[in-house]
């Protein structure tokens, strides 16, 4: 572990570096209640103390085959994971041990969320509002390169231990897994993004698609038609009845999902976004074309261009105080309410920033030095610009295995 000072940064904030998964590629970063987890090309996932740097777990959660993690979720002390080997593995935090091996999906296992109980309105035929919890439990959500999106219950610790026949060269069988709950078909490309609360699900597609869909049900409630090129990401907004969309055309849609209808355009970028997320106030764009954008979601207006980037944003997370990105070599910390940059966390040597997250004091990044992965750990305790919060929204990497 090496310590060391930016040399911009407040004297109360410290940092130190680790070397990370060798000389592979970190593709998944979460930052999460004092766990630093990483992901890689190699196969495997590290679990980090990010108070101390320290290995949580005497060895790398291992098990994931041909091709590397491609997705990581996590809920309380379950750990969910997709990969390459077009499995889903749930893995208890507390031991590093993998309890599940779920199979179905056909090709890499690109995206996965959790879906938490939540109250919800459900409006009947009689046109009744009423209120429900959904799900009744949580859920994991998946979407692949198969083109299609599998629903799956998140095992409870005790439950019984479900693993596929990994030894097999057939396609496992979902209805002999008691956590398989639907397949949900209709896209005719790679999942790309998916977003999802209560029983609404987005979904974003190579396709040049968007699908709304209802979980409690797998119905398809709505084609959402206007993008011209490949859908990258989708964001969803239950409080104003929207979704957001992302594509390599260069355009953000904003979407109403009661309706299905487009409600905005978000034009100014000139490249593929790639990222999008949401905080309670802003609505955040990273592109090909080196800039940010900050965006009203209320009336899809610009707030702000940050703009000090020179290659693709290839990473970044948000809160309704600031943004925190990384492209090429750097990264930039900036006011989200007047677009100024805040800090500049670059260090010497650093040739990539893959990941980025921040959660209250902690912020960390995903780097490279030359061509040897590290990860980057800032504690900003005591430091005046700082202002940490765990509302901050990461977006989903760019990261593309085509």
């Not at 990010?50 to 993690?69: A, F, M, N, Y």
Request: hydrophobic share 35%; proline share 3%.
């Amino acid at each position: 572990m090496i310590a060391s000072k930016p040399s911009n940064s407040a004297m109360t904030t410290s940092h130190f570096s680790l070397p990370a998964h060798g000389s592979s590629v970190i593709i998944c970063l979460i930052l999460y209640e004092g766990h630093l987890i990483t992901a890689s090309d190699d196969h495997s996932i590290q679990v980090y103390s990010v108070e101390t740097g320290q290995v949580l777990h005497r060895h790398s959660l291992t098990g994931h085959c041909d091709g590397g993690v491609w997705s990581l979720c996590v809920i309380k002390d379950t750990l969910v994971s997709g990969s390459v080997d077009r499995t889903v593995r749930i893995w208890d935090l507390n031991t590093g041990r993998c309890t599940h091996v779920f199979g179905a999906h056909t090709s890499t296992v690109r995206c996965v969320v959790i879906v938490k109980p939540e109250w919800v309105d459900v409006v009947n035929e009689a046109g009744v509002i009423t209120r429900e919890k959904w799900p009744k439990r949580p859920v994991i959500v998946t979407g692949s390169r198969d083109h299609s999106i599998r629903v799956w219950t998140v095992p409870r610790p005790g439950e019984p231990e479900y693993r596929i026949d990994l030894d097999s060269t057939e396609v496992p069988n979902a209805d002999e897994n008691p956590y398989h709950r639907a397949h949900l078909e209709g896209h005719e490309g790679v999942i790309r993004g998916l977003a999802a609360r209560g029983r609404t699900l987005v979904s974003g597609s190579y396709d040049h698609n968007v699908r709304v869909w209802d979980l409690a049900t797998g119905a398809c409630k709505h084609i959402l038609r206007a993008h011209t090129q490949k859908v990258y990401a989708v964001v969803l907004d239950p409080k104003r009845h929207q979704a957001y969309s992302g594509s390599m055309d260069g355009n953000i849609r904003v979407w109403d999902i009661r309706t299905g209808e487009c409600r905005y355009t978000l034009s100014g970028h000139t490249s593929l976004i790639g990222l999008l997320a949401l905080s309670p106030s802003y609505l955040v764009s990273g592109a090909a074309d080196a800039t940010l954008r900050v965006w009203n979601p209320d009336t899809g207006a610009l707030e702000c261009t940050l703009a000090e980037h020179t290659d693709a944003i290839t990473c970044f997370q948000h809160d309704d105080s600031k943004v925190l990105s990384g492209s090429d070599g750097i990264l930039k910390l900036w006011n989200i309410k007047d677009g100024t940059v805040m800090r500049d966390l670059s260090l010497s040597g650093t040739t990539t920033v893959r990941q980025v997250a921040f959660e209250g004091r902690w912020c960390v990044a995903a780097t490279y030095r030359g061509n040897t992965p590290c990860i980057d750990v800032w504690d900003f305790t005591g430091d005046d610009e700082w202002i940490g919060g765990s509302e901050g929204v990461e977006a989903e990497d760019t990261e593309d295995e085509d």
